[in-house]
């Protein structure tokens, strides 16, 4: 019998972010849809439904996260993060996504205004999934230290969120960090869990998603999804849908990722962290070749300071990065 080869951190990693960026492509045609809408288009969708796979603003800010950490490492502060946000996006021409999505615009909209951390949070949408799209590169460069990795993700976030925004982040920080070690998903959940509080609605949301993940996505959507709510960002909906979804799939990076983006909603979102989750439990190797493949550079359309960077580059970086903190 062959014996069993351990992904090393390197692979983690690169499954991480590549997973993420994955996922991110193949939920953004699903995005903010409901199950019957996809099934009306595609059936069910099992690999990309677009001629030109691409990523969304969740890949090129998680790109933004990654340079954020490889500069700062440990050492990161909210004035850091804050000179980041002018430097790659603030104070740049915005690309057509202008700034991406509703917490983002307000983040920027307040740091042009002179606002600092962490009054710059403060807008309508603190409460969104913003953080939890870029949090994996925190859970990379914390590698097995879950507790580091939600207090970095919430110096990040201290600019952009608050609140069960920040949670969200700490979540998927956290999980990543532990799923870096290979953790088995259970543990992957609890270390999630142990990183927020246990009476707050992300909590809440994830132990729902988590209980009912045995009985398919179905049971997922439907305990955790904020029925008529029109804004699909929910960070509780969305993270705990993600979390459902690696639950679900036991861990398998193809049902993880399937799994988040039929169930619609954040499907960007859900499915990048999804794939972020499993990718980085497994490594680069267990993501398929045909979706790895069409996942070039980031085109800079949201971020335009991040046009030609490659999630696989910045894992490696991330990997260094860490290696000489």
Known sequence: M??????????????????LAVGDAL??????????????RWGRITGYVQEDPAGTDDTEYAIFCGLLLARHGFALTAPDVEAAWHEWIADRDEGPFRGAGFSERGTLENLRRGLAAPVSAQHRHAWSDGLAMRAAPFGVFAAGRPAE?????????????DGEGIYGGQAVAAGVAAAMTGA???????????VIPDDSWTARSLRRAVAVAHRGERAVRSAVVVAGYPWTDLAPEAVALA??????????????????????????T???????????TSGVAAI??????????????????????????????????????
Do not use: K
């Not at 088995?184 to 142990?194: C, E, G, I, T, Y």
């Open 184 to 194: 088995p998903a259970v543990a992957v959940v609890a270390s999630a869990l142990a």
């Open 2 to 19: 062959a014996a069993v080869v351990t992904p090393d951190l390197r692979e983690r990693a690169r499954g991480a972010l590549l997973g």
């Open 243 to 268: 979390f459902g979804a690696y639950a679900a799939a036991e861990g398998d990076f193809r049902e993880a990722v399937l799994t988040a983006v039929n169930m619609g909603r954040d499907a960007d």
């Open 149 to 161: 990795a939600a207090r970095l993700v919430a110096v990040d976030g201290s600019v952009s969120h």
């Open 270 to 280: 859900t499915a990048a962290v999804a794939g972020a989750l499993a990718g980085a």
């Open 27 to 40: 939920g953004a045609p699903a995005e903010n849809l409901r199950p019957s809408e996809i099934r009306a």
């Open 288 to 325: 398929p070749e045909e979706w790895a493949a069409p996942i070039g550079p980031v085109r800079g359309s949201c971020l335009p300071a991040m046009a030609g960077r490659h999630v696989l580059d910045i894992a490696d970086l991330l990997t260094s990065a860490r290696e000489h903190a």
